[in-house]
């Protein structure tokens, strides 16, 4: 008797698992792939005598095309073998565990540590200090993002345009016009003078856009603001009486400590402490400046959300037309939505400024709001935790390939590993909503709640039962 179940779950596997239809399903995934694979991988163009020549890596595309064809057979034989039962309506998930609550104060701790820790190893101190800020840019971003997508359920496309007006308005401002106006003396201070002057003008530029998408949703609202980040992109390339165009603004002053340069001066940073000169002094303190603007960034989000205009956020996301029979002004909601979610990108865009030193339109093009977007949605729509994981896991991704050295040895000779790390986040975005569809980090604490608070899941946020 105790085979027979065994034999017949055997039959059941047989029966769901039909070869012809998977033999077709795997031809037809290995010619799609072959498609798209074939003139993005196979043809690369190099440079030749007085011209460009044409370069063929077959070898590459068909190595690529079998790791697709492979990691679909094995989906077919993961989903055959799945028990009938989970064929049936799946319950709602329960609460879980708050994860931001333990996770949180870890990641704050390490945060604030870091710079100490990347001390114990000299040789790889700046390269690990220069990732920290990186990660933490697109974490100021994603946070800023989040209140636009996650909270306001408002499609944002546009979100690097609101990255370059903060960039764009500190160095112009502390280039040009500060000297003019108050001297050479405003330079020390340009940074902390400028960077609320570039948040307000960014999130100016958040209510002008806001306008003209009053009434659009979805697809439509996506469409008009991808338009507004090209728009803003190609003003800044052809306007070069004002912004350089595409010779970019350079020579940008970066942050003084009170006043002190980071220099072997008398008045420098080192001699006001009495220690040594040392260039990664300067990175560390742009490291905990961006630390400190996101962390502000977190915390302003978090009260506004307990604030009726987070609600207000919310409801619109829910249901726009129910917010609208409940009193809510739709307008102002979505204006603030986007002017504060702007702020925000503006305040990172000068910090992107000052630590650059360079910028120009080639720094702010769809690839960067697209980055940012996928941090948002592969984090969970409005989890603050969960766009600090998806920042770690997206931005990790790029400089995993700049140490698989040893892939040159397997692929074809002049292949660089690092030109594959879009192809391996694009899979690993893939992965995330086939497994988890909602994000990284699907709980969600309620701004309201009667008598007792309860722990929402995003599974039933999203279908509106939240």
Same mark, same amino acid.
């Given at each position: 008797?105790?085979?027979?179940?065994?034999? &017949?779950?055997?039959? +059941?596997?047989?029966?769901?698992?039909?070869?012809?239809?998977?033999?077709?399903?795997?031809?037809?995934?290995?010619?799609? $792939?072959?498609?798209?694979?074939?003139?993005?991988?196979?043809?690369?163009?190099?440079?030749?005598?007085?011209?460009?020549?044409?370069?063929?890596?077959?070898?590459? *595309?068909?190595?690529? *095309?079998?790791?697709?064809?492979?990691?679909?057979?094995?989906?077919?034989?993961?989903?055959?073998?799945?028990?009938?039962?989970?064929?049936?309506?799946?319950?709602?998930?329960?609460?879980?565990?708050?994860?931001? @609550?333990?996770? +949180?104060?870890?990641?704050?701790?390490?945060?604030?540590?870091?710079?100490?820790?990347?001390?114990?190893?000299?040789?790889?101190?700046?390269?690990?200090?220069?990732?920290?800020?990186?990660?933490?840019?697109?974490?100021?971003?994603?946070?800023? =993002? !989040?209140?636009?997508?996650?909270?306001?359920?408002?499609?944002?496309?546009?979100?690097? %345009?609101?990255?370059?007006?903060?960039?764009?308005?500190?160095?112009?401002?502390?280039?040009?016009?500060?000297?003019?106006?108050?001297?050479?003396?405003?330079?020390?201070?340009?940074?902390?003078?400028?960077?609320?002057?570039?948040?307000?003008?960014?999130? =100016?530029?958040?209510?002008? =856009?806001?306008?003209?998408?009053?009434?659009?949703?979805?697809?439509?609202?996506?469409?008009?603001?991808? %338009?507004?980040?090209?728009?803003?992109?190609? /003003?800044?390339? !052809?306007?070069?009486?004002?912004?350089?165009?595409?010779?970019?603004?350079?020579?940008?002053?970066?942050?003084?400590? #009170?006043?002190?340069?980071?220099?072997? $001066?008398? &008045?420098?940073?080192?001699?006001?402490?009495?220690?040594?000169?040392?260039?990664?002094?300067?990175?560390?303190?742009?490291?905990?400046?961006?630390?400190?603007?996101?962390?502000?960034?977190?915390?302003?989000?978090? @009260?506004?959300?307990?604030?009726?205009?987070?609600?207000?956020?919310?409801?619109?996301?829910?249901?726009?037309?129910?917010?609208?029979?409940?009193? /809510? &002004?739709?307008? !102002?909601? @979505?204006?603030?939505?986007?002017?504060?979610?702007?702020?925000?990108?503006?305040?990172?865009?000068?910090?992107? %400024?000052?630590?650059?030193?360079?910028?120009?339109?080639? $720094?702010?093009?769809?690839?960067?709001?697209?980055?940012?977007?996928?941090?948002?949605?592969?984090?969970?729509?409005?989890?603050?935790?969960?766009?600090?994981?998806?920042?770690?896991?997206?931005?990790?991704? #790029?400089?995993?390939?700049?140490?698989? !050295?040893?892939?040159?040895?397997?692929?074809?000779?002049?292949?660089?590993?690092?030109?594959?790390?879009?192809?391996?986040?694009?899979? %690993?975005?893939?992965?995330?909503?086939?497994?988890?569809?909602?994000? =990284?980090?699907?709980?969600?604490?309620?701004?309201?709640?009667?008598?007792?608070?309860?722990?929402?899941?995003?599974?039933?946020?999203?279908?509106?039962?939240?």
């Amino acid at each position: 008797m105790a085979g027979a179940p065994k034999s &017949n779950q055997i039959s +059941a596997v047989a029966k769901t698992l039909d070869p012809a239809a998977m033999a077709k399903d795997l031809l037809f995934t290995a010619i799609l $792939s072959l498609v798209i694979l074939g003139p993005i991988v196979g043809l690369k163009t190099v440079p030749a005598t007085g011209s460009l020549a044409l370069e063929q890596r077959w070898g590459t *595309v068909l190595v690529l *095309v079998g790791i697709v064809v492979v990691g679909r057979l094995i989906f077919h034989l993961i989903a055959a073998r799945r028990p009938a039962s989970r064929a049936k309506a799946a319950k709602p998930a329960g609460p879980g565990v708050d994860v931001g @609550k333990y996770l +949180a104060p870890i990641l704050l701790i390490i945060a604030l540590a870091l710079p100490f820790i990347a001390s114990l190893a000299p040789s790889q101190e700046r390269r690990l200090v220069d990732l920290a800020i990186l990660m933490m840019t697109y974490v100021m971003l994603g946070w800023g =993002l !989040n209140v636009v997508v996650g909270l306001a359920g408002l499609l944002d496309l546009g979100y690097v %345009a609101f990255y370059a007006v903060g960039a764009y308005s500190y160095a112009l401002l502390s280039t040009r016009y500060l000297p003019q106006w108050f001297g050479d003396g405003i330079l020390p201070w340009a940074f902390f003078v400028t960077l609320p002057i570039a948040g307000m003008l960014a999130a =100016l530029w958040g209510l002008i =856009l806001g306008f003209p998408v009053l009434r659009l949703r979805g697809d439509y609202l996506a469409i008009v603001t991808l %338009a507004f980040g090209e728009i803003i992109r190609i /003003i800044l390339t !052809n306007w070069i009486n004002f912004t350089g165009g595409p010779a970019g603004i350079d020579a940008i002053p970066r942050p003084w400590f #009170f006043g002190h340069p980071f220099d072997d $001066s008398a &008045n420098g940073f080192a001699a006001l402490f009495g220690i040594e000169s040392k260039p990664i002094q300067r990175i560390i303190y742009l490291y905990y400046i961006i630390l400190a603007l996101a962390l502000v960034t977190n915390f302003v989000t978090m @009260k506004l959300r307990r604030l009726p205009i987070g609600r207000a956020w919310e409801a619109l996301r829910e249901d726009e037309i129910a917010c609208r029979s409940l009193g /809510i &002004n739709t307008t !102002n909601t @979505k204006l603030t939505a986007f002017a504060i979610g702007a702020m925000f990108a503006g305040f990172a865009g000068s910090f992107f %400024a000052t630590r650059q030193g360079f910028i120009s339109p080639e $720094s702010f093009n769809f690839m960067e709001s697209a980055t940012i977007l996928a941090i948002v949605v592969l984090g969970g729509l409005g989890s603050q935790i969960g766009v600090v994981a998806a920042a770690i896991v997206i931005v990790g991704f #790029f400089e995993v390939f700049r140490e698989m !050295n040893f892939l040159k040895e397997i692929l074809p000779e002049g292949t660089d590993p690092v030109q594959f790390r879009m192809l391996a986040v694009g899979g %690993a975005m893939v992965m995330i909503m086939r497994w988890r569809p909602r994000g =990284l980090i699907t709980r969600r604490d309620p701004t309201v709640y009667l008598k007792e608070k309860k722990a929402v899941p995003t599974e039933l946020v999203a279908q509106g039962h939240g």
